[in-house]
Structures are given as C-alpha cells and as structure tokens.
C-alpha cells in the first residue's frame, strides 16, 4: 500500500499493514528557529540519514499566507487582520489585537487576496509534486495523502482579533457582537476554502483549540450556538468537493465530540490522552466505529516523564487496541518538545519506525 492509500484505508476504517503515522518536532524558539531536538538527534546517531527513514504518511502543504513573520528575528510581527503577535519568545503569543473594543464599527477585513501570492497556485501545485515534508526536510517519491490548512479556527481568530480574555467575555456579555464577529470570520473562512479545495488534495487540516484540560473553555451551549452551525457548512463544502475533514482540537473535546461526529468530521487530531475524559481507548469504545483518530501518544505524560520502554510498550498498545478494525493514525499528541531527553526522543522515533517495519 502507498502511504496515501494506508490513511484513507484507515479513514474508513478498514485495518492496514501497519498504522500509518506522523511524526513532528518542535524547534527552539529565540527570536530565530533553531533545531534544537533534531540535533540532539543528529548526534546521537551521528548522521542525519535516520529522517529518511521516517515515512510520515500526511504531507501538509503550505499554502496561505496570514503575515505573520517568524523568522526575521523581530520582536513583533502584524498579521492580516491587524493583531501584533510577539514572536521572539515561545510561545508566540498576542500583544496587542486588531479590535480593542467589541465593534466591527470601522473595520474592514483582509481582501482575500492578500492571503495569496502572485502564482499561488503554480507554487502550490509544484511542491505537491515535489511531496515535500517540511517537518524532516525530505523529499519522498511515493504517494502520499495530502493536506492544507485555512490557519487559525473560528473560536481562535475571534480571540487572536479580540484578545483571549476580551473574546471569552464578549461570548456572554457582547452576545449580538461576538455572533457578527464569528459570522464574518466563518465567510471570510469559506471564501479562503473554496479557493483551496480546487487544489488536488486529499483534505482539509481545520485548527480550533475550543478546550482547555476539563472541557470547553466557552461551555457546551455557547459553542453549540456561535461554532456548531458554521462547522457544520465548512464540513459540508469540504465533503462536497469530495475531500476528508481532517481537525486539529487540542484539549478535552469529549463533550463535543459526538456532535463533531454527527456534523461530519472524519478524522480528530490531535487526541490528547491527560485532559479530562479524552483517553484515546475511551474515545476508541465509545466513537471508534464513526470516527479516526489522529494522535494519542501522551506529550505532557508518556513522551517527557516515561522511560524509553514505557513508550515504547505504549506506542505497541495504541497501535494494536486503537488499530482494530481501522479507524486510526499514530501520531504524538503534540510535536515533540525541545525539552524531551534525548534518549525518550529516540524511542519515539524507534518505536514509530518499528511498527511500520523500519530499522533506524
């Protein structure tokens, strides 16, 4: 099977040869980027040969610009709606929003365009044909299952554009604001998606970080009233150009998951097994036959704090009990962290390898 075949099999969960997975790293943050964990790595295997070896089977493809500068080395960077990030410290967070106060009064949205480059779509389609991954810097040559993102959700451009504590509060105490703000954003988003889906890839990677460790950060009724419904279209456009809804959801999502299901998404990433509730194998029991599953190795947990056997016995036991009957991508839970020693990153690396039957 090509990679881009194991995924989709898996997608409709049917079981494969191996589990597919990705495999991510996080860099060092000082004002530039610097590969902190993938050097570590380098020396322990005194080459860099071993990248080669590791076969991730989604390729996410580069595609909108939003303006946001990481690398000059500025202190702050102004992104398209207007919001000032500060980028010289990890994380990159937000140090003044686009809308100080809760009114659209004046505002005027980015043009789409300005997303685009000139001959976005003749770079686009060259790098899928390159199949390059970005996050190990190799070239691959198979098939693979390809993805692109429209950046920041719903719930987290609202907060990027109103600041995170100003958003949670204008969802209770500016209702009527907080609903045309979450309006403009999904059209804007759904413009940003059409032009995307005329591309030749497999799906749509949405990002919406709605929960925190114990659930939903604006509560189940208000996410059903401001998110549920405009998700529900941006899936139904995405299925409708005959491409999977892929969506990256950090946090504990179980309360949300089965309408997540019932409104059509495919696969949920990237399953973090410390919050509340949302052990991959609960989630498998009770939702595995409707849904994939894309993550699950522990990052606040296994990877940092567990010794190189215990991931390794974990990596085994999310491959056999989340594999079964399909329905699954191995994935961990975060990138892996600057901090992680040497020694844990080298057993995520090996076990993921030898799941697939790659010798590193």
Request: negative net charge.
């Amino acid at each position: 099977m090509t990679p881009k075949e194991r995924v989709i099999a898996q997608i409709e969960h049917k079981e494969t040869d191996f589990i597919p997975y990705t495999l991510y790293f996080e860099e060092d943050w000082d004002g530039s980027i610097k590969d902190g964990v993938l050097e570590q790595v380098n020396s322990y295997y005194g080459n860099n040969s071993w990248r080669d070896k590791i076969d991730n089977h989604i390729i996410q493809v580069p595609t909108v610009n939003f303006g946001v500068d990481y690398e000059s080395g500025k202190t702050i960077s102004t992104d398209m709606y207007g919001t000032q990030w500060r980028v010289n410290k990890r994380p990159m967070h937000v140090e003044r929003p686009a809308l100080e106060k809760p009114t659209l009064s004046g505002y005027k949205f980015p043009n789409l365009n300005a997303f685009f480059d000139e001959g976005w779509y003749e770079r686009v389609l060259q790098l899928i044909d390159e199949k390059k991954d970005y996050f190990l810097g190799a070239t691959r040559k198979e098939d693979y299952f390809l993805v692109t993102s429209i950046g920041f959700g719903l719930f987290e451009r609202s907060w990027n554009m109103r600041g995170f504590e100003n958003a949670l509060i204008d969802s209770i105490a500016n209702p009527d604001f907080y609903q045309e703000l979450i309006e403009r954003i999904f059209e804007q988003q759904m413009m940003l998606l059409d032009r995307l889906l005329t591309l030749p890839l497999d799906g749509i990677l949405l990002g919406d970080d709605f929960a925190y460790q114990n659930g939903i950060m604006i509560g189940v009724e208000r996410w059903r009233k401001y998110f549920k419904p405009y998700l529900a279209k941006m899936y139904a456009k995405i299925h409708q150009a005959g491409k999977y809804t892929l969506h990256h959801m950090c946090g504990s999502e179980a309360e949300i998951l089965p309408e997540l299901i019932e409104i059509g998404l495919d696969v949920y990433e990237s399953v973090q097994p410390e919050a509340k509730n949302n052990s991959p194998y609960r989630l498998k029991k009770m939702y595995g036959k409707n849904i994939t599953f894309w993550g699950g190795l522990g990052s606040q947990s296994t990877i940092p704090f567990g010794t190189p056997s215990e991931i390794k016995l974990e990596v085994s036991k999310l491959c056999k009990e989340m594999g079964k009957g399909g329905g699954y991508i191995l994935e961990c839970a975060k990138p892996i962290q600057p901090e992680t020693p040497t020694e844990n990153v080298v057993a995520v690396i090996e076990a993921f390898a030898e799941q697939a039957g790659i010798s590193i």
